[in-house]
């Protein structure tokens, strides 16, 4: 009786779901999937392989559909906002967009939960954890948004005072948002979007009792201590690094008058660059050598992470292989690399792969900076097709930062030690060595070095 039951509830949710018909087959995918159809508005992304594929024909090449895993969480988090108010623990969060700088929309990260939902927005605390729980964190959290100046966000009034109270909280916040109207119930079908809740515009927000963070306190109120040197000052108070993001995000660092919001995903690259610039300046320059080649690794979700760690003065690269199907790679037939480094004396101009570069230098900066060692970086990763949606940059910076603290192993000579890291990987050394401007320079004054000294 339970199995003919079980067979029409997936009967139904296959009608009510025309995108997602061919890959319903067992009640618990169908139940995931039961959601109100007219709270939950399909739409798909023009071009996108979704169009042709509904689903069910791996035309991405991904071994899940990404667009499926996150509709599961978004259906199950919309069906629990049927009003236009919302009462709920922000971790806390705030999310400010970037379309229409300087005019932007920005506002606080509340989840339809109460208690401790910090996990919600540490992604410290990620690395680990299975791929579809790390969707249903950033699919909880509902962004509430209204439209601020980045330069006079006094102008919004009551409602950016109150997002900015949340933002620099140290501890989760309850909070109620009421809405303009319900949130917004559309989802794209797309393979290559990250993970992200409802959203709607906000009338009103009220937060409750909130429980100040002390270093983060300080650092606002002094209206003389420019915004980087505040970002340094709480990192060195042990601050996490997506705290300090968000806080720089909120205009609350910087001299008075001075002070600007900033795009959530622009803050979490100037934190990235401005805490790895000042450690390998002050920090890692300077130091000794290590008098080894070291490698560290660690595999997470299909990505493979090596970091070659060799004696010298301070150098990084960057380097990233994305198998087709990936994210990056879509209709790609081989695999596509591409690298980003700098020398001793650092760039000028901002890295051609974007915040992941300044993510993995603020990994490999805080290693080096805690040995009190100075070393030349190669950081690789190989990306499959497992890895079937973007997750941040985060990924980057934490993934690096678990395989550091990890036992490497250590060699004599480059030549074993890249032997070791060829094994590590699928693709040959010979393509790792085409991309490497590095690795190029390395072998290449290894040679003359033997030819000089016989």
């Known amino acids: 009786?339970?199995?003919?039951?079980?067979?029409?509830?997936?009967?139904?949710?296959?009608?009510?779901?025309?995108?997602?018909?061919?890959?319903?087959?067992?009640?618990?995918?169908?139940?995931?999937?039961?959601?109100?159809?007219?709270?939950?508005?399909?739409?798909?992304?023009?071009?996108?392989?979704?169009?042709?594929?509904?689903?069910?024909?791996?035309?991405?090449?991904?071994?899940?559909?990404?667009?499926?895993?996150r509709l599961r969480s978004y259906a199950a988090v919309r069906t629990r906002l049927d009003a236009t108010r919302l009462r709920g623990s922000s971790p806390?969060?705030?999310?400010?967009?970037?379309?229409?700088?300087?005019?932007?929309?920005?506002?606080?990260?509340?989840?339809?939960?109460?208690?401790?939902?910090?996990?919600?927005?540490?992604?410290?605390?990620?690395m680990g954890r299975p791929l579809d729980e790390i969707v249903d964190f950033r699919t909880r959290l509902v962004r509430g948004k209204f439209r601020v100046n980045v330069k006079r966000p006094s102008e919004a009034g009551r409602l950016m005072d109150t997002t900015l109270d949340i933002a620099l909280s140290g501890a989760?916040?309850?909070?109620?948002?009421?809405?303009?109207?319900?949130?917004?119930?559309?989802?794209?079908?797309?393979?290559?979007?990250?993970?992200?809740?409802?959203?709607?515009?906000?009338?009103?927000?009220?937060?409750?009792?909130?429980?100040?963070?002390?270093?983060?306190?300080?650092?606002?109120?002094?209206?003389?201590?420019?915004?980087?040197?505040?970002?340094?000052?709480?990192?060195g108070d042990e601050v996490p690094v997506s705290k300090i993001q968000r806080v720089f995000s909120v205009g609350a660092l910087g001299v008075k008058g001075q002070r600007r919001i900033v795009p959530t995903r622009w803050s979490i690259t100037a934190v990235d660059s401005t805490l790895s610039r000042r450690l390998v300046e002050d920090r890692v320059k300077g130091n000794p050598l290590i008098n080894e080649y070291r490698v560290h690794e660690v595999r997470y979700l299909d990505n493979r992470f090596v970091v070659l760690l060799a004696p010298g003065s301070w150098r990084y690269e960057w380097i990233e292989a994305w198998y087709p199907?990936?994210?990056?790679?879509?209709?790609?037939?081989?695999?596509?690399?591409?690298?980003?480094?700098?020398?001793?004396?650092?760039?000028?101009?901002?890295?051609?792969?974007?915040?992941?570069?300044?993510?993995?230098?603020?990994?490999?900066?805080?290693?080096?900076?805690?040995?009190?060692?100075?070393?030349?970086v190669l950081a690789l990763r190989e990306i499959h097709p497992g890895f079937i949606t973007p997750l941040g940059v985060w990924i980057n910076r934490e993934a690096v930062r678990d395989a550091l603290r990890r036992d490497g192993r250590r060699f004599d000579a480059l030549g074993e030690a890249l032997e070791y890291v060829a094994s590590r990987f699928e693709i040959g050394l010979g393509e790792w060595l085409k991309t490497s401007a590095l690795l190029d320079e390395a072998l290449h004054q290894e040679r003359l070095t033997r030819y000089l000294h016989p």
């Open 1 to 69: 009786m339970e199995l003919r039951l079980g067979k029409k509830f997936v009967k139904k949710v296959k009608r009510q779901v025309p995108w997602v018909e061919h890959v319903i087959d067992d009640v618990a995918a169908a139940r995931d999937l039961n959601y109100d159809p007219e709270q939950v508005k399909i739409s798909v992304a023009q071009g996108s392989l979704c169009l042709a594929c509904r689903g069910g024909r791996a035309l991405c090449g991904k071994p899940r559909c990404p667009a499926l895993l």
């Open 92 to 126: 806390p969060g705030v999310f400010v967009g970037r379309i229409g700088y300087p005019y932007v929309y920005a506002g606080p990260l509340v989840p339809p939960l109460v208690g401790d939902t910090s996990l919600l927005d540490a992604p410290e605390q990620w």
């Open 172 to 235: 989760p916040v309850d909070a109620e948002v009421a809405f303009k109207k319900k949130p917004d119930g559309r989802f794209l079908f797309d393979d290559e979007l990250q993970p992200m809740g409802p959203s709607a515009l906000v009338r009103s927000i009220e937060a409750g009792s909130l429980r100040a963070d002390h270093r983060v306190e300080r650092a606002c109120g002094d209206t003389d201590l420019r915004a980087e040197d505040a970002v340094v000052e709480l990192y």
């Open 325 to 376: 199907g990936t994210a990056w790679n879509p209709g790609g037939r081989g695999v596509a690399m591409c690298g980003d480094s700098e020398g001793y004396r650092g760039r000028t101009n901002y890295s051609v792969l974007g915040g992941c570069y300044y993510a993995v230098r603020l990994a490999a900066a805080e290693h080096l900076a805690a040995e009190g060692r100075q070393a030349g």
